[in-house]
């Protein structure tokens, strides 16, 4: 045992003094102290400010503890947020699923056209939602948008989309889940193309062979781990939707569309209450924490199981 | 299946995914359209694709004089070259380092890289926001480029390749005379090119695409990167004159959909990885 220790120690200083380390601590060097100035330094920051009743360009700051949570608990503009937030991620992350998974089975069920079919529905995801945004304005325009010429042709009732308390966040869900679907679509493709061909023979010979048979007994078990793989990180997406908030809404009407990071941005930034808009960030972090705790322990049984 | 109903389930396939697809275009195929008509013809109800008159020419043209809009697409230019060029310096020997070289610490550091790679930017925002502050970079190319210097997601994308790369090959390497740098330089990220287009791919969506970091730091119009230009015309421009508006939001969504139908695969497999990290 002691022996062991000396040799690892030994190693170690070998390790630090030699000049392989050295070079080592040179090239990691400007990286590390990027990332403590850039990354970890600020987050120990906001956890900090979220404690002070700081005011952006005040002068002076007073530590308040939990103070600003616990008047953000109180505040009927950030539970709408939070609720808001939840509602939206309750749209869009079931219909980015049942959206994703439907469009790549059916691209899976043929040869033909596989790539055109797949690079159509991706297009949203990498374009600049900003731009996007502005389109989707001019869509649901009250009296000359698409949407509502189309409805109003067709006898369905219209509506003014953006400003009314009942439609907005549905429209806005409407918009997410259009934004997430590709990759939602991408990521159960690559998860069909693992599924094992064996399973499939072995379903056929116990008398599986229809198309729902198969579906049913090995197609959508098969999915199980990749669909709560989607679900997270389409959540996680959602969570941080700001763009269309804060281009289409600015969280109205009467706060009937304002989320998480939107109420962060304004706090923060044209309130100028920074401590409190730093406590609302840490409460993001921790959501965003508590799923990619949930996302590891995915991964790790989903690469254990196989 | 019968071969009359294998036609048959695949006619269906083709029209379900051609509606489906259809859809999913419709804001840009509506976009170009609108960037197309005259505003005589945005107000009429009987929809066509085409206009009736053409008015394309006019419409471009306001969009690229009437707001500085070339302006905005050379800032994202010089701004996602600049975060790119410096990530790929900062991040490679980084990532080098934590794959090839042992030494004490490492593990330590590979956990701040992983920490980084958790927070999102939004969180970071207000302190990097007085960071700049203090820095005196508020409104200038700096304030836009300076946060993003380094990669979290770079680091860790690059260590997984170099990670698969031989040990031999670096000792051939070291014996060859080459110093650690150049290492880094002339055969880890040649031998990993894939990673590296992954990586410029995300890093060049990202930041062309980005709307909350510039809308805190920018507001001069000639800082101002595509997506807060575009946002910024479109809150000039009063009443419903969609054409030059639309026509400007087709050019700032041209050169990545150019780019994607380009080289498709890579765009689908980067992005997905860089979300998914």
Redesign the interface.
């Known amino acids: 045992m002691s022996q062991q220790q000396v040799v690892v120690d030994r190693e170690?200083w070998v390790?630090?003094g030699s000049a392989?380390?050295l070079?080592?601590?040179?090239?990691?060097g400007?990286?590390?102290f990027?990332?403590?100035?850039?990354?970890?330094?600020?987050?120990g920051?906001?956890l900090a400010?979220a404690a002070t009743d700081w005011h952006l360009g005040a002068k002076t700051l007073s530590f308040i503890g939990t103070a600003n949570f616990t008047s953000l608990l109180a505040d009927r503009a950030f539970r709408a947020a939070l609720f808001n937030t939840a509602a939206y991620v309750l749209m869009v992350v079931p219909s980015t699923l049942v959206?994703g998974l439907s469009?790549a089975l059916?691209?899976e069920?043929?040869k033909?056209?596989r790539?055109f079919?797949?690079?159509?529905?991706?297009?949203?995801?990498?374009?600049?939602?900003?731009?996007?945004a502005?389109?989707?304005?001019?869509?649901l325009?009250p009296?000359?948008g698409?949407v509502n010429?189309v409805l109003a042709a067709v006898g369905l009732p219209t509506a003014n989309w953006l400003r009314s308390e009942t439609t907005v966040l549905p429209i806005l869900a409407v918009i997410g889940t259009?934004q997430s679907?590709g990759?939602a679509l991408?990521?159960f493709l690559?998860g069909l193309k693992a599924i094992p061909q064996e399973l499939y023979d072995a379903a056929e010979i116990d008398g599986a062979d229809g198309l729902l048979d198969r579906l049913q007994t090995v197609t959508l078990p098969s999915l199980a781990p990749v669909s709560l793989?989607v679900v997270i990180?389409v959540m996680l997406?959602a969570f941080?939707t700001?763009?269309i908030v804060?281009?289409l809404t600015k969280g109205g009407p009467d706060d009937a569309s304002v989320m998480l990071?939107y109420a962060?941005?304004r706090e923060?930034?044209e309130y100028l209450r920074?401590g409190y808009?730093?406590a609302i960030?840490?409460i993001?972090?921790v959501i965003?924490?508590a799923l990619?705790a949930i996302q590891t322990r995915v991964v790790n049984t989903r690469t254990s199981r196989s | 299946m019968t071969p009359r109903t294998k036609i048959l389930?695949?006619l269906v396939?083709?029209v379900?995914?051609l509606t489906?697809?259809s859809l999913?275009?419709?804001?840009?195929i509506?976009?170009v359209s609108?960037s197309l008509k005259p505003p005589a013809e945005?107000?009429s109800?009987n929809?066509t694709l085409l206009p009736e008159h053409w008015f394309a020419v006019e419409n471009y043209t306001k969009a690229l004089t009437a707001a500085p809009l070339p302006r905005y697409m050379l800032n994202g230019v010089i701004v996602c070259a600049a975060i790119l060029l410096l990530q790929i310096i900062?991040?490679a020997?980084?990532a080098?380092?934590?794959a090839k070289?042992?030494?004490?610490g490492?593990e330590i550091?590979f956990g701040?890289?992983l920490?980084?790679l958790?927070?999102?930017h939004?969180?970071?925002?207000?302190?990097?926001?007085?960071?700049c502050y203090w820095l005196g970079i508020l409104n200038t190319y700096a304030a836009l480029i300076?946060?993003f210097?380094?990669s979290?997601f770079g680091?860790f994308l690059f260590r997984q390749f170099f990670m698969s790369i031989p040990d031999d090959i670096v000792h051939a390497a070291r014996l060859d005379g080459l110093s650690?740098?150049s290492i880094?330089w002339r055969i880890m990220l040649p031998m990993s090119l894939p990673a590296v287009i992954a990586f410029s791919i995300v890093s060049v969506?990202g930041h062309?695409?980005d709307?909350?970091w510039p809308?805190?730091v920018v507001h001069s119009q000639e800082f101002m990167p595509?997506?807060?230009g575009?946002?910024t015309f479109?809150n000039a421009e009063t009443g419903?004159d969609?054409g030059p508006?639309?026509a400007g939001?087709t050019l700032?969504?041209a050169p990545?959909?150019i780019a994607?139908?380009a080289a498709?695969?890579w765009?689908?497999e980067g992005?997905?990885a860089g979300?998914?990290k």
């Open positions: 170690l390790e630090t392989e380390a070079a080592g601590y040179a090239l990691v400007p990286a590390l990027l990332i403590l100035v850039l990354f970890i330094l600020p987050a920051a906001v400010i959206l469009l059916l691209i069920s043929g033909s056209l790539a079919y797949r690079a159509i529905h991706f297009l949203p995801f990498m374009t600049s939602l900003a731009a996007m502005i389109v989707w304005e001019a869509l325009h009296t000359i698409l010429q259009w679907l990759l991408v990521l690559a793989f990180v997406r941080a700001f763009d804060q281009i990071l962060l941005y923060s930034f920074t808009g730093a960030a840490v993001f972090l965003v924490i990619a | 389930s695949g396939r083709h379900i995914l489906t697809g999913v275009l419709v804001p840009f509506w976009m609108l945005l107000f109800s929809f900062v991040c020997p980084a080098y380092a934590l070289i042992r030494f004490a490492r550091i701040f890289v920490i980084g958790l927070i999102p939004q969180v970071l925002a207000l302190p990097l926001f007085i960071l300076f946060p210097v380094v979290p680091i650690e740098l880094v969506v062309w695409n709307l909350f809308l805190l595509p997506s807060l575009i946002v479109a419903n969609y508006l639309m939001a700032v969504v990545l959909v994607f139908f498709q695969r765009f689908i992005l997905t979300s998914v």
